[in-house]
């Protein structure tokens, strides 16, 4: 009963510490996981087993379900998942945006830092891939790395398909799920869009500053912010595909991190 209500009571925190939704996540994992180097995915399948659902896709979530599992982790990971830039105009400072390396940029640095080191424990570099994984499609929602002075679009009230929400809740999932396509549909989608990101050799560490900055520049966009709190056709037509393009720049993203800290 306790545990029960634990559980209800976590749908009631800010949005700010969640992204892109359960699909989103699994989106970005499978979108990476066409790119990658056989090798890596062999060390990446080897790191796996032995989880319910061994596959990138089936540890996507699992940063934004500690909470519920791992109370004591997820409060000293919930700063990992977002960086505030919007009120800087998104420009990136350490010392000001991520003190103690607080942020989303540095946790994705510093998980891969962890996975790519074969010194660590077969336990560690697997934790470190799970967040990376999550970490990765988080700095490609827009508001995660958007304004502080109102959570990342978690304060701002919306009404959408006759219900109430919130501007992030609106970017993480509702204009995904409004579109009505099963997992499969999503990915020939989203895989038919260009390669959003510049192939080349993968390096180390991460470009996460750069992804953060072009995510925050996407928040301040005119219009994102919608002028009337219902939420119509118009805004999803406008704004799906910029959530769609990110969706593609962040599996590419993903493959090119875990390709880099893997290869041999």
Not at 33 to 48: F, H, N, Q, S, Y
Not at 216 to 234: F, H
Request: charged share 20%.
């Amino acid at each position: 009963m306790i545990r029960a209500l634990f559980i209800a009571l976590l749908f009631l925190l800010p949005f700010d510490a969640l992204a892109w939704g359960t699909l989103g996540h699994r989106l970005v994992a499978l979108l990476a996981l066409g790119e990658l180097d056989p090798a890596v995915r062999r060390d990446i399948d080897a790191l796996l087993v032995g989880e319910p659902d061994p596959t990138l896709a089936g540890i996507a979530n699992w940063a934004d379900e500690l909470r519920a599992h791992d109370p004591n982790l997820g409060k000293q990971s919930a700063k990992w998942h977002y960086v505030n830039l919007g009120e800087e105009n998104c420009a990136y400072e350490p010392a000001r945006d991520c003190p103690m390396g607080g942020c989303v940029i540095e946790a994705i640095r510093k998980q891969t830092e962890i996975l790519s080191d074969r010194k660590r424990t077969r336990e560690e570099r697997l934790q470190a891939l799970k967040f990376v994984v999550h970490f990765v499609g988080d700095v490609h929602q827009p508001l995660h790395a958007g304004y502080a002075r109102d959570k990342g679009g978690s304060d701002v009230q919306i009404q959408f398909n006759g219900r109430g929400s919130n501007l992030h809740q609106l970017w993480d999932s509702g204009m995904l799920n409004a579109a009505g396509l099963d997992e499969n549909a999503w990915l020939l989608r989203l895989r038919a869009l260009p390669l959003a990101v510049t192939v080349s050799e993968p390096a180390l560490p991460p470009d996460s500053p750069a992804w953060a900055q072009a995510s925050c520049r996407i928040a301040l966009q005119p219009g994102l912010y919608p002028a009337k709190a219902t939420i119509d056709e118009n805004y999803v037509q406008t704004w799906r595909p910029e959530a769609e393009a990110q969706l593609r720049r962040g599996g590419s993203h993903l493959a090119a991190v875990l390709n880099a800290a893997l290869k041999r």
